[in-house]
């Protein structure tokens, strides 16, 4: 007969690193203080069988099919109402799909959930559990954004087998859970929130939208460093990852797919939080140029590509000499790195000094610029400032810089030509080797100056 055994162990609240004994610091991650003590069960062997061997003929028969008998209609996605969150997810969600929703605390997380519970209730049975806050609160929470879906049920637990016990009686057609990271199993003796607590939790919730085809969204939080709080294996457990951001002064937020099972993760949703929730922004190059002053030195426009959306942004630089021995370098929505190498390549290639200057380099908006398109107008920008000359306002840049101060091409050259035109700049600085990829029909006052390298670039200021 088995026996079962308590056994005291230490896991890491931030990889979910498990030691006997504890330590100051994970040997696994390098984080400080975050080995916390848990009680686990363990099943010890009966006389004549091995530990943890399961009965025979305990186990449920496999089922396999055949690849061409099996079903590949991708229709089945139910569309949210909210086209910014439907191009993210490729299209809207898929039929038992696990999705977890992460952001920093009163970004708009269950906001969105709740929004698109309006549209949703139309054709859907929806169940939204929360652990967080009680049914009268969400009451309250619903009436202030308007919603008033009949087939929305609401559940403040935090028990997963409440949870799944509410499943089975009202068979929804799509669960929330807000958050997970209040959820709890009761056969476990480790707290809510922690390593065990939240991957055996969410390994439940995933075997019950596979096993009956329920969407499920997750809704979790996210520690001081800004990544998924819990185990990094909860990523890899479910379809696709969503990240809100955004800054909290700011009323844009930003919707970014970091996995999708089912879609790009190039693509962006942008939303604008008001009084009344969250508001889709169909533009967001206008969105981002709003307020753009008018000659003054040190900005330049770029143009990026978020997936298939070209998105055009402000950059804004500013050189000022150094009150220490060291200059101070900054930047905010582009890489440290990345300017750092552009500085020395203005000083090599180009001559312009920076040795002894200051210099901040500031993306508008909150967006962040990854894509090395966004080499040259960074690099003309600070030109611009260091000359204190402006750069015409019907200029817009695209290109990435070498080494060796070429200016070399980028793709989808055509599509960010076609927004900045569109949006009413006629002068485009881009890579010589792009100009044959241009088709400017329909662009009667487009300019287009191609340059070879970084000194042809600051020539044209």
């Known amino acids: 007969m088995a026996v079962t055994k308590n056994r005291n162990i230490y896991v890491c609240q931030n990889c979910g690193y498990e030691s006997a004994k504890w330590y100051g610091r994970c040997p696994d991650c390098g984080e400080w203080n975050?080995?916390?003590?848990?009680?686990?069960?363990?099943?010890?062997?009966?006389?004549?069988?091995?530990?943890?061997?399961?009965?025979?003929?305990?186990?449920?028969?496999?089922?396999?099919?055949?690849?061409?008998?099996?079903?590949?209609?991708?229709?089945?996605?139910?569309?949210?109402?909210?086209?910014?969150?439907?191009r993210v997810l490729g299209g809207g969600i898929?039929?038992?799909?696990?999705t977890l929703l992460s952001g920093d605390p009163g970004?708009?997380?269950?906001?969105?959930?709740?929004?698109?519970?309006?549209?949703?209730?139309?054709?859907?049975?929806?169940?939204?559990?929360?652990?967080?806050?009680?049914?009268?609160?969400?009451?309250?929470?619903?009436?202030?954004?308007?919603?008033?879906?009949?087939?929305?049920?609401?559940?403040?637990?935090?028990?997963?087998?409440?949870?799944?016990?509410?499943?089975?009686?009202?068979?929804?057609?799509m669960v929330m859970i807000d958050s997970i990271q209040t959820m709890n199993l009761s056969s476990?003796?480790?707290?809510?929130?922690?390593?065990?607590?939240?991957?055996?939790s969410t390994q439940i919730l995933i075997g019950v939208a596979k096993s009956q085809e329920i969407p499920i969204f997750i809704?979790?939080?996210?520690?001081?460093?800004?990544?998924?709080?819990?185990?990094?294996?909860?990523?890899?457990?479910?379809?696709?990852?969503?990240?809100?951001?955004?800054?909290?002064?700011?009323?844009?937020?930003?919707?970014?797919?970091?996995?999708?099972?089912?879609?790009?993760?190039?693509?962006?949703?942008?939303?604008?939080?008001?009084?009344?929730?969250?508001?889709?922004?169909?533009?967001?190059?206008?969105?981002?140029?709003?307020?753009?002053?008018k000659g003054v030195s040190g900005t330049c426009v770029a143009c990026v590509m978020e997936g298939t959306r070209p998105i055009l942004a402000e950059v804004q630089a500013l050189v000022a000499?150094?009150?220490?021995?060291?200059?101070?370098?900054?930047?905010?929505?582009?890489?440290?790195?990345?300017?750092?190498?552009?500085?020395a390549v203005l000083e090599k290639r180009c001559g312009f000094f920076f040795g002894s200057l200051d210099a901040y380099v500031n993306v508008v908006g909150g967006l962040r610029l990854d894509e090395p398109a966004a080499d040259l107008p960074v690099s003309l920008?600070?030109?611009?400032?260091?000359?204190?000359?402006?750069?015409?306002?019907?200029?817009?840049?695209?290109?990435?810089?070498?080494?060796?101060?070429?200016?070399?091409?980028?793709?989808?050259?055509?599509?960010r030509v076609s927004e900045a035109y569109r949006l009413g700049f006629t002068t485009c600085i881009v890579p010589r080797h792009c100009l044959k990829l241009i088709d400017n029909k329909g662009m009667p006052n487009l300019n287009l100056l191609g340059v070879q390298n970084l000194s042809q670039a600051v020539s044209i200021l």
Do not use: W
């Open 188 to 200: 476990l003796n480790s707290s809510a929130g922690s390593v065990t607590q939240i991957r055996e």
């Open 219 to 293: 809704v979790g939080h996210v520690n001081k460093e800004g990544a998924i709080a819990g185990p990094k294996v909860l990523e890899h457990m479910v379809d696709a990852v969503l990240y809100f951001e955004g800054e909290r002064h700011q009323n844009f937020r930003i919707l970014r797919a970091v996995k999708n099972r089912y879609g790009s993760t190039n693509e962006i949703g942008v939303f604008e939080m008001a009084s009344d929730g969250l508001r889709q922004v169909p533009n967001p190059s206008q969105m981002m140029l709003a307020g753009r002053p």
């Open 34 to 86: 975050s080995m916390v003590e848990e009680i686990r069960q363990q099943v010890a062997a009966g006389k004549g069988g091995k530990r943890g061997a399961a009965p025979v003929g305990s186990s449920q028969p496999i089922q396999v099919a055949k690849l061409s008998e099996i079903s590949s209609d991708d229709s089945e996605r139910y569309r949210t109402g909210v086209e910014e969150l439907d």
């Open 381 to 415: 920008a600070l030109v611009s400032n260091l000359l204190d000359k402006p750069i015409p306002d019907d200029v817009a840049a695209f290109g990435e810089v070498g080494l060796a101060g070429e200016i070399r091409s980028v793709s989808a050259i055509q599509q």
């Open 107 to 173: 970004i708009g997380k269950s906001t969105l959930l709740l929004q698109i519970c309006q549209y949703l209730n139309r054709e859907l049975k929806i169940l939204y559990v929360s652990g967080e806050e009680s049914a009268r609160q969400l009451k309250l929470r619903a009436n202030r954004l308007g919603v008033m879906a009949e087939g929305l049920y609401l559940s403040a637990t935090t028990d997963v087998e409440s949870v799944l016990e509410a499943i089975r009686q009202l068979s929804p057609d």
């Open 321 to 343: 000499k150094s009150g220490f021995g060291t200059p101070r370098r900054q930047t905010t929505g582009f890489d440290y790195n990345r300017m750092a190498l552009l500085l």
């Open 94 to 98: 898929v039929a038992g799909s696990v």
